[in-house]
């Protein structure tokens, strides 16, 4: 059998009487008690549920859900929606005289960072790399994602798919 302890503090009081005003937050304040008996307790709302899919699964790209780019000597903005979001794909740079670069940016409009690059520091004259890409990124209320390849010897192909929302709710291939 367990054992019952009474707990006085006025500020947890004061947030369940805010938070659950059927227990006391229109009229008298509730008493709070602990117990070291152990109760389980059981979510059965949707958010609970998780996903059916396997997690290997949910991030899989599908027709419907891909957005092709292929950026050559440009900066490209590829995505301006919030949520999470998976790009894959690959980064080739041929080698001439120069620095190379390709990146992928994230932009707030006010400011950008890079989160991935690929460079070539003039290796020689036909010297190349290829870098595969596979990244899951995530943008917030007026930011955007930005593809960018400073040469005509440098570019980057692939496809980015949305995985989930804002708010983390998955968006399952269908």
């Known amino acids: 059998m367990g054992q019952e302890f009474v707990i006085k503090s006025e500020t947890l009081e004061d947030k369940i009487n805010q938070l ?10 509730v008493d709070l008690s602990a117990s070291t008996t152990i109760i389980p307790i059981v979510d059965l709302t949707e958010s609970a549920e998780g996903s059916n899919l396997r997690v290997d699964l949910q991030s899989a790209l599908f027709f419907g859900g891909a957005t092709a780019f292929d950026v050559t000597n440009t900066t490209t903005t590829v995505i301006n929606t919030t949520g999470y979001w998976r790009i894959t794909g ?3 740079i041929v080698t001439s005289a120069g620095n190379k670069l390709n990146e992928i940016i994230l932009d707030d409009g006010i400011g950008s960072k890079t989160v991935w690059a690929h460079s070539s520091k003039d290796a020689g004259v036909g010297n190349g790399t290829v870098l595969n890409i ?3 990124v995530f943008l917030g209320a007026g930011e955007s994602l930005k593809i960018k390849s ?4 440098g570019n980057l192909v692939g496809s980015v798919r949305q995985i989930a929302d804002i708010n983390g709710n998955l968006i399952n291939p269908s």
Do not use: F, H, V, Y
Request: hydrophobic content about 30%; charged content about 5%; glycine content about 20%.
């Open 20 to 29: 659950l005003p059927s227990q006391g937050g229109a009229g008298a304040g």
């Open 134 to 136: 596979d990244l899951i």
């Open 150 to 153: 400073n040469a005509n010897t």
């Open 90 to 92: 690959s980064s080739s």
